[in-house]
């Protein structure tokens, strides 16, 4: 079964990087796209980009342009997205999400979250 | 960008009540939409995509219409599992966007 499990909580100071990991099993990671969405407390989703895990296309959301990169390992079946220059405002749960096989834009599983909170 | 606007914000029905949320796009987004349920401490799941087309495995007491930019989901019969949080989402075009969701409750 499609399994995408991601990388534990993290904590991290105003201005730091931080970068989440998501390791995809049950089917074959290099032909689906893989988005990445966060959900700050109390807010709505807000979906960051995605990776063609194939090709390794990405395309970001222009909110995030220039500090956020997503990168994928094809070895190990894993999807990793990198935040930069974090602010109190990042403090979300962050979640990856495999794009279904046909438009690519609808995420059909998720991964259990991973809540990265930015504090001094 | 493509602004989602979801409403009611929250309902309380009673089990087995009919209940519709509406999702209204900024623009047209022809039926490129897709309903996500979200339980209480649980992620998102797929319910709905292409505004009406039921996700499999998802109970048939859900439905999606709407085409344009007005769109509705609806619960025939409302059960305590459906207890959950419902977002919009639109793939039109990048950015992404989802609707600030509705928040279900039993009365």
């Known amino acids: 079964q499609v399994q995408l499990v991601q990388s534990g909580a993290e904590v991290k100071k105003p201005g730091a990087s931080v970068k989440v990991s998501c390791k995809a099993s049950?089917?074959?990671?290099?032909?689906?796209?893989m988005h990445w969405v966060r959900q700050a407390p109390g807010q709505r989703l807000e979906w960051m980009g995605w990776?063609?895990?194939?090709?390794?296309?990405?395309k970001y959301s222009q909110k995030f342009q220039g500090r956020v990169t997503i990168t994928r390992d094809t070895s190990a079946n894993t999807a990793h997205m990198e935040l930069s220059s974090l602010r109190s405002e990042d403090t979300a749960v962050y979640y990856c999400?495999?794009?279904?096989?046909?438009?690519?834009?609808?995420?059909?599983?998720w991964g259990q979250g991973t809540l990265v909170t930015v504090s001094s | 960008d493509i602004q989602m606007t979801q409403s009611p914000s929250s309902l309380s029905a009673s089990v087995g009540d009919r209940v519709t949320i509406t999702c209204r796009a900024s623009?047209?987004?022809?039926?490129?939409l897709a309903w996500y349920q979200q339980k209480p401490g649980k992620i998102p799941k797929l319910l709905i995509y292409?505004?009406?087309t039921l996700q499999s495995g998802v109970p048939s007491r859900f439905s999606g219409s709407g085409s344009g930019a007005d769109f509705t989901l609806t619960i025939s019969s409302l059960q305590p599992e459906d207890v959950a949080t419902y977002y919009c989402q639109e793939y039109h075009s990048a950015p992404l966007t989802f609707g600030g969701g509705t928040k279900v409750e039993i009365k």
């Open positions: 292409a505004a009406s």
């Open positions: 990776i063609n895990a194939g090709d390794g296309e990405t």
């Open positions: 623009q047209g987004i022809r039926n490129y």
């Open positions: 999400a495999r794009g279904e096989p046909y438009t690519a834009l609808i995420f059909d599983y």
């Open positions: 049950g089917y074959t990671f290099i032909s689906y796209a």
